[in-house]
């Protein structure tokens, strides 16, 4: 199935200048790029954005961290796309993601961890939500699609 999800750049990305770099394997996999925007995040969109964060001690720590700078918002689309790009990021903690995700070739760290990518179809719908206005979604021809799947693939 084909499925739209939501990757954030966060600000340690932007501040080690890997923007372009993260980008790159996302778009290399091939996946589609339908939205991206710069923005600052606000103390009220991460109180729901990590509501599930709430209760533990780094909690505030987080947040801090993702408001340290602007992040880049993107929409990935392709099939599978919400399991593909959560192994792409690779698990949470960098120091223990396996060499060749993104988080195990660029991250030392827990928290300062490079990307967020949403885990599931349920919340990948309500983070692009948050996120995106919908006209800031793009529907596009990707004209190598023919060539990145099988007919039977989608
Ligand atoms: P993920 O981003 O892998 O989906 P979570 O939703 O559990 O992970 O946590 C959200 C973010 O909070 C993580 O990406 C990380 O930046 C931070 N975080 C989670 N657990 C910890 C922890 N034990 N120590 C420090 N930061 C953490």
């Given at each position: 199935m084909i499925e739209k999800t939501l990757v954030l750049l966060k600000p340690c990305t932007l501040q080690r200048s890997l923007v372009g770099e993260i980008i790159h394997r996302f778009e290399r996999k091939g996946l589609r790029l339908a939205g991206m925007k710069m923005m600052r995040l606000t103390d009220e969109l991460l109180n729901e954005h990590y509501a599930h964060l709430?209760?533990?001690?780094f909690f505030q720590r987080v947040k801090d961290s993702m408001m340290a700078a602007p992040v880049i918002a993107c929409c990935f689309e392709g099939v599978g796309a919400i399991q593909t790009v959560r192994q792409l990021a690779g698990p949470t903690n960098g120091r223990l993601a396996t060499p060749g995700t993104i988080r195990g070739d660029y991250s030392m760290s827990y928290q300062e961890n490079i990307v967020h990518a949403s885990d599931s179809p349920e919340t990948a719908v309500v983070e692009l939500n948050r996120f995106f206005n919908p006209e800031e979604i793009f529907a596009y021809a990707q004209v190598t699609f023919g060539y990145l799947y099988a007919h039977d693939e989608y």
């Open positions: 709430s209760t533990k001690p």
